[in-house]
């Protein structure tokens, strides 16, 4: 049997729903919060599944060391970390070159967003700390992170929306979970400025065909349009609480 038919046996019901009982082009079970730390500027947190994830934003504030500053534009700084406990087994507490690698490409997707120039001299920082995972961590986690760069105020062009898709016993399905993604054949992690509907993330582990491709960035828009709906209530409900004087904060 070939390993796409094992998996298919594996990952799909006879039902032809995926073992947690989703259609293939349905999402987890999403929920977002805004402002919910004290301590930082901005703050979100997020849930898909079983992925749970908060974001915080430090900033604008002075650039250190000086000499990193820009005359004209502030810099970011992105830093995307899973927690010792987040995962089966247990991870090192530094930063792995998986970390450093997704740190990197979350940081070049929200500079695509915020409005630097607006803040020379300046830094602002962005922590992603990924407290349970289950697949689709840096998705997740973008758009965690650019919720927090709003409740922080930050002048932005757009939000981010991101969502994972995956090629899983030969069949394209939105918003893998960890099961699904480790017998997958191939991941694609999207994300998007919807207002602007243009792509800001995309990466491809694995293999898929152009077709498959393609289904797989529509399966993908259709999900984020999802995404978009509860990132507006959650900042709309952040709002409404200020307003009224509540926290909304742990
Ligand atoms: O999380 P995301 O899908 O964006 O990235 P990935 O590198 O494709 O990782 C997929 C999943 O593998 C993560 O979300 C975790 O659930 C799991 N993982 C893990 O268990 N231990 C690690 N050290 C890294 C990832």
């Known amino acids: 049997m070939r390993g796409a038919e094992m998996n298919e046996l594996r990952l ?6 995926r073992i947690d009982g989703r259609r293939v082009d349905e999402l987890r079970p999403v929920k977002m919060e805004v402002g919910v730390l004290d301590k930082s500027d901005g703050s979100a947190y997020i849930e898909m599944g079983k992925t749970k994830i908060f974001a915080a934003v430090f900033g604008p504030k002075e650039a250190h060391p000086r000499h990193l500053s820009q005359p004209h534009r502030a810099i970011l700084n992105c830093r995307y970390h899973m927690a010792t ?7 090192h507490p530094g930063m792995t070159r998986r970390e450093i690698e997704l ?103 694995g293999r898929m065909t152009r077709e498959e491709m393609r289904l797989g960035i529509e399966m993908a828009r259709k999900g984020i349009e999802v995404l978009y709906s509860v990132q507006i209530a959650a900042l709309t409900k952040r709002v409404r609480s200020s307003h009224q004087g509540g926290s909304g904060r742990y």
């Open 12 to 17: 799909f019901r006879e039902d032809g729903l």
């Open 103 to 205: 740190s990197k490409v979350i940081k070049e997707s929200l500079e695509s967003l915020v409005f630097l120039n607006e803040y020379p001299r300046s830094a602002i920082d962005v922590y992603i700390e990924v407290v349970q995972a289950d697949a689709g961590t840096r998705t997740a986690g973008l758009t965690a992170a650019s919720l927090a760069l709003a409740d922080a105020g930050i002048q932005m062009n757009d939000l981010c929306c991101g969502v994972a898709v995956g090629k899983v016993g030969g069949r394209i399905v939105l918003d893998p979970s960890e099961e699904e993604d480790k017998h997958g054949e191939a991941d694609m992690p999207i994300a998007i400025a919807p207002r602007q509907n243009s792509i800001v993330l995309l990466q491809l582990n």
């Open 85 to 91: 406990f987040s995962v089966e087994e247990r991870k």
